[in-house]
């Protein structure tokens, strides 16, 4: 029996984005309350969408929310480009067709289309998440069918699906909305590495300390790269979490940056993880075929950055306005409205969801560190980005802000390194390789 998510976010209302960047409104709907209404039309060639969060705030401190939000409505970048194509009208999105990017739009936009065809055999992605998904092996299934993937199961070794313990028998208690965040983290490894073995840990409690424990099991358990889409605030508990969960040297760490516009959450703040912002990702006429600038709708919808309270600054980051651990280093797609293809059945009708949040960016990045190669054993992958290779190899992401900040690039897109984009979003492995 599903056991199910408290303080859902479709009970609290959902926001709606509306018109273009330059012009977005919010509007708080589900409860009736409008918020910084917009006097401007939504123009149709812009994305605009509604969304909801899978999953709820934290009950209390030590707690971690998953950073995934599933779009309910609207018109996503993925249906514009495609009516475009064909000159005709968007359609409304339903579950029985993707509204959202799939591999080979993420791949072309990040410079992977070779790569991911020939790089990842025999190489793991571990995604780290809380409680159980009862369907996460045949949503998959349904999504690499889809997308002409090469089959992902237990019974041919490509997936596994663990609790904390490394256990595949004794799972934890499952829930609807960690679920769709299981969907969405296993769709991104599998759209950016689809050679990747996937190992899926399953934490007891959305606790950083079981949350830890997870990423410790993936380890053990062999993987190279492991994915956490969550997040929360930070704590003076910070630094010895970081010691007992994250320095694992020779492993690729990623961390979303957070949802929430600018502000440091943990663990995206631990020295030894890889912070992962997040961009609207838009076709363009230009050399590349695509443009990005930071995802950010209102002070309560972007993408994460900052400045920690608690965290030392790791030695490859040189920035000069924060004398701690800045976020974020790197950054992929993230906004809602330029979206993600899903596949999830638990919890909600079964079809195809567009996804979007720190929670698509993450594991993104870390499907492109496993077709870049395994890290030095005493390495810290964190840093390659930072690189004179690394930052040569990369999309500079210079518009946009998340936020209002004392310390202008901290939330303001700039040359160079900037707190919502970090060094840029990938563009090739070379930034990732070390």
Known sequence: MRTPTLNRPDIRGRWRRIGSAATAALVLTGLGTAAHASAAAPNPATPHVTWSRACGTPAKAGEMACKALRVTGGTT???????????????????????????TDLRNAYGLTSAASTNGAGSTIAIVDAYDDPNAEADLAKYRSYYGLSACTTANGCFKKVGQTGSTTSLPTSDS?????????????????????????????????????????????GAKYVSNSYGGSESSSDSSYDTSYFKHPGVAITVSAGDSGYGA???????????????????????????????HTSSTEGTGSGCSAYDAKPTWQTDTGCAKRTISDVSAVADPATGVSVYDSYGITAGWYTFGGTSASAPIIAGVYALAGTPSSSSYPARFPYTAAGTSALNDVTSGSNGTCTTAYLCTAAAGYDGPTGVGTPEGLTAFTG
Not at 177 to 192: K, P, T, Y
Not at 193 to 216: R, Y
Not at 266 to 271: F, G, L, T, W
Request: hydrophobic share 40%.
């Open 177 to 221: 909305g960690w679920s769709e965040e299981i969907s969405l983290d296993v769709d991104m490894a599998s759209a950016i590495c689809p050679n990747c073995k996937i190992l899926l840990v399953e934490a007891t409690s959305a606790s950083m300390a079981n949350l830890g424990k997870s990423v410790n099991e993936a380890v053990t358990l």
């Open 265 to 295: 959450e943990y663990p995206a703040a631990s020295q030894y993880v890889t912070s992962v912002g997040g961009t609207a990702l838009s076709a363009a006429s230009n050399s590349r075929g695509w443009t990005e600038s930071v995802w």
């Open 77 to 103: 970048a993925f249906q514009l480009k495609k009516a475009a194509a064909k000159g005709v009208t968007p359609k409304a999105a339903d579950a029985s067709t993707p509204s959202g990017y799939g591999p």
